[in-house]
């Protein structure tokens, strides 16, 4: 079967990988600018594991996404220290984090937004456009949109797509350079609980792979399904 065939070259790749590709210690996140600094993290600590997942429960405007990009390298933290199989960020100018980014971490925004105009196939491959790598990641594309069920809609443009579909097609892109962590945020919102189910079966069978998942949610269903958890306040 096809998702065997990603298992089998993904776990071969990963088993010589660090074992937490993600670690953040002492994570402080300040906001000035607002009346009172805002201070949404206060030496936060998290060890992301290989092959598991792990769910940032809280209510709105706990801090989720902020924790999300900072374990992405995409914000830095106001103090603490973001390491990436065992180097720490605050080690590497902006255009090693980049690259590193590139090969370790898939990040999925909320909404997963798609480019209108491209088909999912399309769409799925847009990560590979800077390397030239279109066409050799074609099959893998089409493996990674079997995976999430969408085979048959390779063709489809997100918009005869449903939320839940162009979800998982967000996950699919995410996945293509081959990430060893799959970042993602809130991707059960304004989904009703059967397209939920899926995204959550998919997380989980990404996670068979090898792959770390970090995941922002306050969706109870999610949160049991993930292998730990941490509550923002
Ligand atoms: N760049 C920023 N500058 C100032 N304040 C910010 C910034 N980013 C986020 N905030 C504030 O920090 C708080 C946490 O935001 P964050 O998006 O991390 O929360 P969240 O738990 O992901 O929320 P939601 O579930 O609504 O997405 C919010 O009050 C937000 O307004």
Partial sequence: MIEERLTRAAIKERTEDHAMPVELRGI???????????????????????GTMHCLAGRSGSGKTSILTVAAGLQQPTSGEVFWQGDALSTMDDDEIS??????????????????????????LLPAVPDGQVEERTEMAKDLLDLVGL???????PGQLSGGERQRVAIARALILGTKVLVVDEPTANLDREQANKII???????????????ASHDQELIKAADSSTKMN
């Fill in 201 to 215: 079966h998919i997380l989980k069978d990404t996670t068979q792979d090898g792959i770390a998942v970090l995941v």
């Fill in 28 to 50: 402080t996140i300040r906001y000035d600018g607002g009346a009172e600094p805002l201070v949404i993290a206060d030496d936060f600590d998290l060890g992301l594991e290989a």
């Fill in 151 to 157: 085979g048959r809609r390779m063709r489809h443009r």
């Fill in 99 to 124: 690259d590193r980014r590139r090969a370790l971490i898939g990040y999925v925004d909320q909404g997963g937004a798609l480019i209108d105009g491209m088909s999912a196939l399309e769409n799925v």
